[in-house]
């Protein structure tokens, strides 16, 4: 085997490049048409949507990962269920499916992280990992939500007080899960928004699908909720491992707000 001569590249350029490339793309971020909280299944599906549609699209996530609660599964087995119509949405996104019985198929779920994120990304849609979102920005006259507040995770893990960075955008997606942590934040600093959130119920799969679809969408002008997010604010059931709700809610949030912006 011939040697190979691997390009040298000293350590002050390779800081350089990274804070210069690094630094472009928050420049750009900061003022964005919809900015995604949580790259979890409704997370990425709304990314691609609305990547697709055109819209500056950029995601936050926590953790420096993929895939929200699909890598936990059912008590971390790697096979998930999905029930139609939602195995329309993953064969757009090229995820194989093996028919369990009629209008029911099982995932794998690291492919299914993996499939979300590359089209996600592939449409356009930029994911940032390692960023919490800490606060929400609010107007009046018309009184909406208007961005968002950031900091990097490891600082607030650290207890460190940092203040954030802002982000400017036309739509805010909560899309961090059971928690509803944007819409929480909301409801809490910002009371004349009128947020109730009454807390998930208990575990009914087989209604719990479709109220989530139904349910997911606008909270308040310029605030969406979409996944397990929804189940929070909405008093609904908890459906566990079966992710069809999360995808298709994540469409429809997509569709909600490309429609909500075309009218502004």
Request: hydrophobic residues 45%.
């Amino acid at each position: 085997m011939d040697s190979i001569r691997i390009k040298q590249v000293d350590e002050v350029k390779i800081s350089r490049y990274i804070l210069k490339y690094t630094l472009e793309d928050w420049n750009n971020i900061v003022e964005s048409d919809a900015v995604i909280v949580g790259a979890g299944p409704s997370g990425m599906t709304a990314a691609y949507y609305l990547a697709k549609a055109g819209l500056k699209t950029v995601v936050f996530e926590r953790r420096l990962s993929f895939g929200g609660g699909i890598g936990g599964g059912a008590m971390q087995f790697h096979k998930l269920v999905i029930e139609t119509p939602a195995d329309e949405v993953l064969k757009e996104f090229g995820i194989s499916l093996t028919k369990a019985e009629e209008g029911v198929y099982i995932v794998d779920s690291a492919e299914f992280m993996a499939k979300l994120a590359s089209k996600a990304i592939d449409a356009g849609a930029k994911i940032i990992h390692g960023i919490s979102v800490d606060d929400v920005i609010f107007r009046e006259n018309p009184l909406r939500v208007a961005g968002v507040a950031v900091e990097w995770t490891g600082t607030q893990m650290s207890g460190l007080h940092v203040d954030p960075l802002f982000i400017s955008s036309k739509a805010v997606v909560d899309a961090t899960g059971h928690d509803a942590e944007v819409i929480s934040v909301a409801s809490r600093k910002v009371p004349e928004l009128q947020i109730s959130i009454p807390g998930e119920k208990s575990a009914y799969s087989s209604i719990a699908e479709e109220l989530v679809v139904e349910n997911s969408g606008k909270v308040v002008p310029g605030l969406y909720a979409a996944g397990m997010a929804v189940c929070e604010i909405k008093a609904l059931p908890r459906m566990g491992p079966i992710f069809g709700a999360m995808v298709l809610s994540g469409k429809k949030v997509a569709e909600d707000i490309i429609r909500d912006l075309s009218n502004t």
